[in-house]
Structure formats: structure tokens, C-alpha cells
């Protein structure tokens, strides 16, 4: 009997150290304007070149909830180019030559947009064509969005989007854009069902 009682406290130790004791928050959480200010200025301070910054990824217990702002600047239409060649593994279709916007889909978080500034087209579904992987080791994967696809996309759908608009994004489902006249930001909403994200991420703007 002790035996059988030291094995299931074992187990459930075991269970709780790969659960890391993640508990869901206890009150509301609050990411106000000033903080998601804090995190564009502190993006342009630094000189960032990614356009999508994290602001928290919270645990949820059974899943996690990232939230991101996403800031654009102006692009032209048009169709685009052939996607340059990188090492990392292929991913989509492949189709030699193929021409047309850039875009992206995530293997395991649907995205929320909802749009706080400018307008834009956006760009879903379709295919992604001559795609590569993000790397496993990348900022895509490992705080921002999970793995994820991105290469030329084709067969997609355009839509004008403006300030107040909310547009859903199934995992899995290419998106991305191919005219920005001045400016788009937006937040974004990312449910993490497989905790692929970073556990606990704070953007460096938000650290006391």
C-alpha cells in the first residue's frame, strides 16, 4: 500500500512539473492603452524590424492567450515578387516561379485582428506556394505565433479592412496584405490550445 501511495504521489508530482502548477489568473487581466503605446514606442526606440510585437502570453491553465499589436506602414499593391530562396524546410505548394503577395499561416493559433488605427487590404485563404518553415528556434515560433508557413500566396481573397474592424483567423488559413495606403495597426487576439508559446512572456516595455 505505501508503495502504491509513494508511485501516485510521484505521478502526480510529475504531472504537476510538466503542468509547471499553471493556474489560471485569479481577477480580470488588464492590458491598457498606455501599455500597448508603451509597447510600439518601445519597438521604434529600439529599432525593431519585425512589425508584430507580443505584448503577454497568459496562462489560461488548459490553454494560453497571447496578446499582440501589430503596426504596418504604407506598401504598394501589385503582384508581387517570386519568394526568396532560405534554408529552412519547404512547407505548401510547390510552384516554380509563382508570383504574387507574401503571406503566412499558422500550424497551431487562429489570430483575432481588431483594428485600432488605419486601413489596409488584407488578404485570406488560398494557398501558400513555394513556403518555408519558420525556424524552430525563431521569434515566430517561439513567442509570437508557433510555427508557421510563409511564402507566395495564390487563389486568395482580398478585403478592405479599416479602424474598428474585427476579422477572425482560422489556424492553418493564409493571410497577409497587399496594400497598406499609410498605415494599419491592429491587435491581436491568439489562443494557444498546445502552449507552444513562450510560457509567462512579457514584453520588455512592460518590465518593471
Not at 503605446?37 to 508584430?52: F, M, P, S
Amino acid at each position: 500500500m505505501r508503495r502504491m501511495i509513494l508511485q501516485v504521489l510521484a505521478m502526480v508530482i510529475a504531472a504537476g512539473s510538466v503542468a509547471g502548477w499553471a493556474q489560471a489568473p485569479k481577477d480580470g487581466v488588464y492590458i491598457t492603452d498606455e501599455d500597448v503605446k508603451a509597447v510600439l514606442k518601445y519597438a521604434v526606440d529600439t529599432k525593431r524590424t519585425i512589425v508584430d510585437n507580443a505584448i503577454r502570453v497568459i496562462d489560461m491553465n488548459n490553454y494560453q492567450l497571447s496578446v499582440a499589436v501589430v503596426h504596418r506602414g504604407a506598401m504598394g499593391g501589385g503582384g508581387g515578387a517570386a519568394a526568396a530562396a532560405n534554408p529552412s524546410p519547404a512547407c505548401g505548394e510547390e510552384r516554380p516561379g509563382a508570383t504574387g503577395p507574401t503571406g503566412i499561416f499558422h500550424d497551431s493559433t487562429a489570430e483575432s485582428y481588431v483594428v485600432i488605427s488605419g486601413s489596409a487590404t488584407l488578404i485570406t485563404g488560398g494557398t501558400i506556394v513555394n513556403g518555408r518553415r519558420s525556424a524552430p528556434d525563431s521569434e515566430v515560433t517561439t513567442i509570437l505565433n508557433g510555427p508557421s508557413c510563409s511564402g507566395t500566396m495564390v487563389g486568395y481573397t482580398s478585403h478592405m479592412i479599416k479602424t474598428g474592424d474585427t476579422i477572425i483567423i482560422p489556424e492553418g488559413v493564409p493571410h497577409g496584405f497587399s496594400a497598406i495606403p499609410d498605415h494599419v495597426t491592429y491587435l491581436s487576439i491568439r489562443p494557444d490550445l498546445k502552449k507552444v508559446l513562450q510560457h509567462g512572456y512579457v514584453n520588455p516595455a512592460l518590465k518593471k
